[in-house]
């Protein structure tokens, strides 16, 4: 049997399809038949970018909003507090010795005011230390939202006062005083508004109890209240 | 032209008010730069500290999202995390270093500069 010399057919035909399809000058037919990459609806136009001073104002004010959210009202002072809870618990026994309803009440009003001056001496000078600004943002928010139960707290003081019903002023300044702070202190760090909480408990408690237990209701929900958070906040939030 | 000329003084205004050569020219801290970022440094500054979940709550972020971007920046040292537990529940806490509070600093200084160039003109 002899060799037959020549090329298969089909390595002829491998060849020949190598040399016609895979090595010929044109590209490949697919390219040709691509669709062009022009759109046919225009492109929106790019907006013109924002200038960069107004990006650079919408980042600060960005920071700013998010600090203000982010802020519970460090400022409080938590030594201020303590201070105030022992005026309260003096005042509570100064009060106790009154004899006429007028000095005890007198003596009531000299402390508030004696307590909101330090609570707002405090606080500045904590405000002041941590650099917080606290006429802006979250120190108006707080004095806003602690302000309108005081006002209240006050015109009703005189109406019971008048009306010779004394002895439920305890109760009604340890609850409006607790509403307040717990409204102030939705914006602060979470010992805040327990504190006012336990402050309107012990309001409501001090209502329902005898009108003689007041002095001691106000001893424990304004002196030893602020005595035990101002601690807790001083601790844990600095000063 | 003018543009250009507009903008160079303004970029001289701007090395003139952070108070550098042309090396120290303020460069935008791109880390910072980033929304969820600069929200995190934000809140930290005026946190002591604050746990993962609070953090997360605050800013309306998801787990990985504040994950990811917490971790970016404990990397370049501007916060620092701690893992401790409460009881069993684990806890992340998170405060901001020396070298956050600075480079928030800067940040600050920078758009200053950006927004008081323009008013000066």
Not at chain 1, 220 to 237: D, E, K, P, Q, S
Not at chain 2, 76 to 86: I, M
Not at chain 2, 87 to 115: C, K, N, S, W
Request: glycine fraction near 10%; aromatic fraction near 6%; hydrophobic fraction near 45%.
């Amino acid at each position: 049997m002899a060799y037959d010399r020549r090329p298969s057919k089909t390595l002829v035909r491998k060849l020949l399809y190598i040399a016609k399809h895979l090595t010929g000058g044109h590209p490949p037919r697919i390219v040709r038949t691509m669709a062009k990459i022009i759109p046919f609806r225009r492109q929106p136009e790019e907006p013109p970018p924002e200038p960069l001073h107004e990006r650079a104002m919408d980042n600060l004010a960005f920071i700013r909003q998010t600090m203000e959210r982010a802020g519970s009202f460090t400022a409080v002072s938590g030594w201020g507090q303590v201070v105030i809870g022992v005026t309260g618990v003096l005042a509570a026994w100064l009060a106790s010795r009154q004899a006429s309803p007028d000095n005890w009440l007198a003596t009531w009003s000299v402390a508030a005011v004696v307590a909101m001056g330090i609570g707002v001496v405090t606080t500045g000078m904590k405000a002041r230390a941590i650099g917080e600004p606290i006429r802006s943002g979250p120190g108006r928010k707080f004095v806003l939202s602690l302000a309108p139960p005081l006002v209240a707290g006050a015109v009703l003081t005189l109406v019971l006062f008048r009306a010779g019903m004394a002895g439920m002023l305890p109760g009604l300044w340890l609850l409006l005083y607790g509403a307040g702070i717990v409204g102030a202190g939705t914006n602060s760090v979470r010992v805040v508004p327990v504190m006012g909480f336990t402050s309107m408990l012990l309001g409501i408690a001090a209502l329902l109890a005898p009108a003689g237990w007041g002095d001691a209701f106000m001893a424990l929900g304004f002196g030893a209240l602020h005595v035990v958070f101002g601690t807790v906040i001083a601790r844990r939030y600095g000063g | 032209m003018a543009e250009a000329r507009r903008v160079r003084s303004s970029a001289e205004r701007l090395r003139s008010v952070a108070g550098g050569a042309e090396t120290a020219a303020p460069e935008l801290d791109r880390l910072i730069h980033e929304r969820v970022r600069l929200a995190i440094v934000s809140a930290l500054a005026v946190n002591e500290s604050l746990a993962f979940n609070e953090l997360k709550d605050m800013l309306a972020l998801t787990d990985g999202n504040l994950s990811v971007h917490a971790r970016k920046l404990e990397e370049a040292g501007y916060v620092q995390c701690t893992k401790k537990f409460e009881g069993r529940v684990p806890r992340t806490e998170f405060r901001l270093t020396d070298q956050g509070r600075g480079a928030l600093g800067r940040y600050l200084d920078h758009m200053e500069a950006i927004i008081q160039a323009v008013r000066d003109r």
